[in-house]
């Protein structure tokens, strides 16, 4: 069973940045994907920021231009800078990693920015 084990959430005044951080316990240079999701209290799960196998990325237009997707293949690890967070951030973050065939999720790290 493949485990993703997440870091670096916390709390932040708004326009605070934070990283947050994703190992895998396997390699993911065959991974389609990894990203974060973000799920705040009574809201649905959305996509944050994806990077496929390629280095190509995805945002949210939430977080486009202050959030930033990188993967290290090396270290099998996924991190999200995120600056100039906002109060709207404030949700449960997500790592989720794709295989053809199967996917995993994270535990969660909670990110609170205050106003």
């Known amino acids: 069973q493949v485990q993703l084990v997440e870091s670096g959430g916390g709390w932040v005044q708004a326009g605070g940045s934070l990283r947050l951080s994703c190992g895998a316990s396997t390699s993911i240079l065959s991974a389609k994907g990894m990203g974060w999701y973000r799920q705040a209290p009574g809201k649905q799960r959305e996509l944050v920021a994806i990077i496929t196998i390629g280095g190509s990325t995805n945002y949210a237009d939430s977080v486009k231009g202050r959030f930033t997707i990188s993967r290290d293949n090396a270290k099998n690890t996924v991190h999200l800078q995120m600056n100039s967070l906002k109060p709207e951030d404030t949700a449960t973050y997500y790592c989720?990693?794709?295989?053809?065939?199967?996917?995993?999720w994270g535990q969660g790290t909670q990110v609170t920015v205050s106003s």
């Open positions: 989720h990693l794709e295989f053809i065939l199967e996917s995993y």
